[in-house]
């Protein structure tokens, strides 16, 4: 079992940043990757960001290419998003969730194993 916990959401201005972080825990923890997702209001969950494998290469969707970034503390068991320019339409719930290392799929919510209870991000106009 891996247990994921997200934190760090909350109000801010468009134009505003936040920091996401999910800490991680159980026995397996070290056989999984963790990335993240969202889902607003009425959408289907969506993926944000991924961090893959021990050189770290990161892939992010279009929709926040260049104002995100993930990025991983092993020696904490924690992965974190950094958000940056955050507009309206970046509201919505976001999750962060576990895969098995070496899964190709990222990306696709059916690979994941493990998701967190998800932390609200609101950002007004």
């Known amino acids: 079992q891996v247990q994921l916990v997200e934190s760090g959401g909350g109000l801010v201005q468009a134009g505003g940043s936040l920091r996401l972080s999910c800490a991680a825990s159980?026995?397996?923890?070290?056989?999984?990757?963790m990335d993240w997702f969202r889902q607003a209001p009425g959408k289907e969950r969506e993926f944000v960001a991924a961090?893959?494998?021990?050189?770290?290469?990161?892939y992010y969707a279009d929709s926040v290419k260049g104002r995100f970034t993930i990025s991983r503390d092993n020696a904490k068991n924690t992965v974190n998003l950094q958000m940056n320019s955050l507009k309206p339409e970046d509201k919505a719930v976001y999750y962060c969730?576990?895969?098995?290392?070496?899964?190709?799929?990222?990306?696709?919510?059916?690979?994941?194993?493990?998701w967190g209870q998800g932390t609200q991000v609101t950002v007004s106009s």
């Open positions: 159980g026995r397996t923890f070290s056989t999984y990757d």
């Open positions: 969730a576990a895969r098995l290392k070496g899964t190709t799929d990222w990306g696709v919510t059916s690979v994941y194993d493990y």
């Open positions: 961090i893959i494998g021990s050189y770290e290469l990161t």
